[in-house]
């Protein structure tokens, strides 16, 4: 049974509201959907979105999460919220009461983030509910034509899926290939400035955008299969900035998650359980970075050095990239206790080996290695680089001393060849030699 009333959480949205109004948070409207955990896996599963096409891989999710939430290995979010105007919020009713205050408060929080953070000024939040709900239609109408089936469209499905991460980091539009060379040559004709770029080389220069790419030079794709890839695109670029800005998003959640619940002149029955399970959430881990823990230092120490109005400044103009750049320094590195360590081969057995600590050298390469970790960073960045007359597409593995699993991109490279014509080459580094894949 749980210890609230719907009465009382609309009394307490009231008061928590009330509270950000005055401090200057802007936010979407939030709508509350009341759900169990069993529900909250699917939500989980299918990134929160009510209206989400069919996938096999949203299902294997779902069972993942299922047995090692059922098996206690791991717990569920106390909350799920969508990038949506107005944005979707999920409650678990077995949550008491003082955490689903909790939860409305960091829940608004993140809203204000969506809303005013520069890297999700391309969303749409307004329209992607209505987008996801005909892409789902249109895939459901390849599923049912006769001369399509559901086969063909897993495959191509299955295939984007592997490279739907490999899209333009900075969601910036799609410049298409010839446009971008109509304006070069138009550049050299006014007597602008030279670039060395061959115009009829496809593409003029490295595109990461492989859906992108795929999609715009794959001629021999029906309309279909054309369809399928974008849609797998215009999600992941949906989804790039949350992905982006994990640290801050969640770090200024619960700073005003912290903030207003402080405020809320909570009787103790409350404020004390309040306060042990922000302290959970918030707390370092020992083999991994928080994002809530590192996020929520970021704000706290803006607030306490610069004051409120730089907080608002940090909430719309930082991702995690610029963020950890600007913020997090020797002080940082040792308040946080960061440190880098590596896996050491010995004779006897293995060991783990402290590379740097955050003394007056060390911090710096723990803050580049933090910023390579985080978010989008820590997945390869692969882009094509020429795609020949003859068919023939060349990508190449952009190395930053961080060596590709060869049997995961052999089956990437198989997969990306499912949507492309011609053969595929995959050109990268191991252990400090060019290979080919």
Not at 10 to 19: A, N, R, S
Not at 346 to 351: A, N, Y
């Amino acid at each position: 049974m749980s210890d609230w009333t719907f009465a009382e959480l609309e009394e307490w949205d009231e008061k928590v509201c009330k509270i950000a109004k005055s401090y200057g948070l802007d936010w979407y409207p939030v709508v509350y959907e009341v759900c169990d955990y069993y529900e909250m896996i699917g939500h989980m599963s299918y990134h929160g979105m009510p209206s989400h096409y069919h996938h096999w891989s949203f299902g294997k999710s779902f069972e993942r999460t299922h047995q090692q939430y059922n098996s206690g290995a791991t717990g569920l979010p106390y909350e799920l919220i969508i990038n949506t105007d107005p944005s979707i919020a999920y409650l678990m009713k077995e949550n008491p009461l003082y955490l689903q205050i909790l939860i409305m408060a960091h829940c608004l929080g993140h809203s204000d983030f969506f809303k005013n953070n520069s890297t999700f000024s391309h969303t749409k939040p307004r329209s992607v509910i209505p987008r996801m709900r005909a892409a789902k239609k249109r895939i459901q109408s390849y599923i049912e034509d006769p001369s399509i089936g559901i086969e063909k469209v897993e495959k191509i499905l299955d295939a984007a899926h592997t490279i739907s991460l490999n899209v333009d980091r900075f969601c910036r539009e799609r410049r298409l290939h010839k446009d971008m060379k109509k304006d070069l040559i138009s550049k050299v004709k006014s007597g602008g400035e030279f670039q060395d770029l061959d115009v009829n080389k496809i593409p003029i220069k490295p595109d990461y955008d492989l859906l992108g790419f795929i999609s715009e030079h794959g001629h021999h794709l029906d309309e279909w299969e054309r369809d399928l890839i974008n849609i797998v695109r215009e999600e992941a670029i949906y989804f790039m900035p949350q992905m982006r800005t994990k640290i801050m998003n969640e770090g200024w959640a619960s700073f005003w998650h912290y903030k207003i619940m402080n405020e809320l002149d909570l009787p103790s029955s409350l404020h004390i359980p309040f306060l042990k399970s922000h302290n959970q959430v918030v707390r370092s881990h020992g083999d991994s970075v928080n994002p809530y823990h590192m996020g929520f230092y970021i704000f706290n120490r803006i607030f306490e050095e610069e004051g409120l109005e730089a907080c608002f400044f940090a909430r719309e103009n930082y991702h995690d990239e610029s963020a950890i750049r600007e913020f997090i320094d020797e002080k940082a590195c040792n308040d946080l206790g960061l440190f880098t360590y590596s896996l050491k081969k010995g004779v006897r057995r293995d060991v783990y080996s402290v590379d740097e600590v955050a003394d007056a050298d060390g911090w710096k390469i723990i803050r580049d290695d933090l910023i390579k970790s985080s978010g989008i960073n820590s997945m390869p960045r692969i882009y094509v680089d020429n795609a020949s007359t003859k068919g023939e597409l060349t990508l190449k593995h952009e190395h930053d001393g961080r060596d590709l699993e060869l049997d995961y991109a052999d089956e990437v490279v198989k997969h990306i060849s499912t949507l492309w014509e011609g053969s595929v080459k995959l050109f990268t580094i191991i252990e400090e030699e060019d290979f080919e894949i």
